[in-house]
């Protein structure tokens, strides 16, 4: 939880300066001191097999220990996974060869991806509001309780369920009046109010019966989503080019 309140305080735009001082000091060591221990180390097999093993401990982690992306284990592997990218990505730009595409839109697109959860992680918020049917609200709160308000108010128009034959209900949506705005929210499909902010529909008055007097919807404001998504979308694009012209020797 310590390195959680840290993590916390690296907001724009001091995420955006460390993360350049970062890149320009290990963009130094691979330039003028390729022959240290450390820089030859990050640029060996050994450093590339212990990232895919600390990929796979990572993900295992996040998968079956509650908070472990929030642990200092958790930050140490992402940090070593991300350093040995960053030289590997040094030394594919000055191959001799010329700049392989797909190892760079593989490699690259790993690291945005990566890159943008580990350091947008401190500006992402996520809200919870309960919006009632019969009067507007802009009142929410944050994942630790705390009461926000919203620029924009939200008051629930039409809500609409279905059931199935043991009466648990198997699918609902609700129509949201957001200010003048009229959106439909349904079960995991956001509704994009902004261009980094989405809507989701989380629950709803069950107790009302065919008179739901109230919804509730959690509202994700994630600035670094789309790069995030660009290194998806690189990565993608690295495996079909590799699908379709197959593996070469050395690619590494």
Same mark, same amino acid.
């Not at 001091?14 to 290990?26: E, G, M, Q, Y």
């Given at each position: 939880m310590a390195m959680l309140s840290i993590i916390d305080y690296l907001k724009f735009p001091?995420?955006?300066?460390?993360?350049?001082?970062?890149?320009?000091?290990?963009l130094f060591l691979y330039c003028k001191k390729r022959e240290s221990r450390v820089v030859r180390f990050m640029l060996s097999k050994r450093a590339t097999i212990g990232s895919i093993v600390a990929i796979i401990v990572g993900a295992l982690g996040v998968a079956f220990i509650p908070n472990f992306s929030s642990s200092l284990i958790f930050i140490l592997i992402l940090l070593f996974v991300l350093n040995n990218l960053l030289f590997v990505i040094f030394r594919g730009c000055r191959d001799k060869r010329g700049i392989r595409l797909r190892f760079m839109l593989n490699h690259i697109g790993l690291w945005l991806a990566l890159f943008a959860g580990f350091i947008g992680a401190a500006d992402t918020k996520e809200l919870n509001v309960r919006v009632f049917r019969d009067a507007p609200t802009n009142e929410a709160f944050d994942k630790n309780g705390e009461r926000t308000f919203l620029d924009y108010k939200l008051m629930l128009h039409s809500f609409n369920a279905e059931y199935s034959t043991n009466g648990i209900?198997?699918?609902?949506? @609700?129509?949201?009046?957001?200010?003048?705005?009229?959106?439909?929210?349904k079960i995991n499909q956001p509704h994009s109010h902004r261009l980094f902010e989405d809507i989701y529909l989380t629950d709803y008055d069950? @107790?009302?019966g065919n008179n739901v007097q109230y919804c509730t919807v959690k509202i994700i404001y994630s600035p670094w989503k789309y790069p995030m998504l660009m290194g998806i979308i690189m990565m993608l694009c690295g495996a079909a080019m590799l699908f379709i012209q197959g593996p070469k020797r050395a690619e590494l």
């Open positions: 001091a995420n955006i300066l460390i993360a350049a001082v970062w890149v320009a000091v290990l209900p198997s699918n609902y949506e @609700a129509r949201v009046i957001i200010d003048k705005e009229t959106a439909l929210l069950i @107790a009302g």
